[in-house]
């Protein structure tokens, strides 16, 4: 039971994270900002992008625990493309971030640099970019999961789907106003599942009855000792 709570409490704890870091992207705008940013946020964007890495896994972790009685494969599944997908939307956050310094200006080096040295090699492109639309898809298959287990609250698992659908749109297409939804709705549905996570360590934090001992065996008197 303490193992099981700890776990649950971790993962509650890394949902909350990201959360607060969706909502963060929002802040820091590095997608949807006119101005360029200055070296000093895209370098916290980037610390930010390492550290979301593990709230991911725990969150995520969290889920496949919440979904393995009544949605195993759907858990399972969602999360393994989920993290692949991450992965590959770090790698993306290092060349969005080289990109964001490129346009505050470098000496010597071309604005437009990095699209020209993707343009050169299409697999590296290839082996970059499209990975992360496994993101969008895990969550979708994450939602779909929880919707249909109802381990904590089908809002959530609701609005996870539709932060999966508006993911690309505002990423991938660059639409303004999805980047920013996508951002509020992720928010929202991970801080819901953190606070289902730490009702249910509430509901069953109480230490469980400890088991009496076997009574000894009492061996026949003369009995041959083994």
């Known amino acids: 039971m303490n193992a099981t709570n700890r776990r649950r409490t971790l993962a509650a704890v890394c949902c909350f994270g990201l959360a607060t870091s969706f909502l963060l992207n929002i802040f820091f705008g590095l997608m949807t900002r006119p101005r360029p940013l200055s070296a000093g946020t895209i370098a916290a964007v980037g610390f930010l992008a390492v550290l979301n890495v593990g709230f991911m896994i725990g969150a995520v972790c969290g889920i496949v625990h919440l979904l393995r009685e009544k949605a195993d494969r759907l ?13 590959a ?6 060349l969005i971030q080289l990109q964001s310094l490129l346009g505050k200006g470098v000496p010597d080096v071309p604005e437009n640099s990095i699209g020209k040295i993707l343009e050169s090699a299409p697999m590296v492109f290839v082996s970059i970019v499209p990975v992360g639309i496994l993101f969008p898809l895990g969550l979708v298959i994450l939602g779909l999961g929880i919707w ?6 089908r809002w959530a698992g609701l609005l996870l789907a539709m932060g999966g659908v508006l993911f690309p749109a505002g990423r991938a297409v660059g639409i303004a106003p999805a980047i920013f939804a996508a951002d509020v709705v992720l928010a929202t549905s991970f ?4 606070w289902q996570m730490l009702r249910r360590w509430t509901a069953s934090g109480e230490p469980s009855a400890s088991v009496p001992a076997a009574p000894p065996y009492v061996m026949a008197e003369g009995a041959p000792r083994t």
């Open 75 to 87: 858990g399972l599944s969602g999360a393994a493309l989920t993290l692949l997908g991450w992965v």
């Open 89 to 94: 939307s770090a790698r993306i956050m290092v």
């Open 148 to 153: 249909k287990a109802g381990p904590a609250g």
């Open 191 to 194: 801080a819901l599942l953190g």
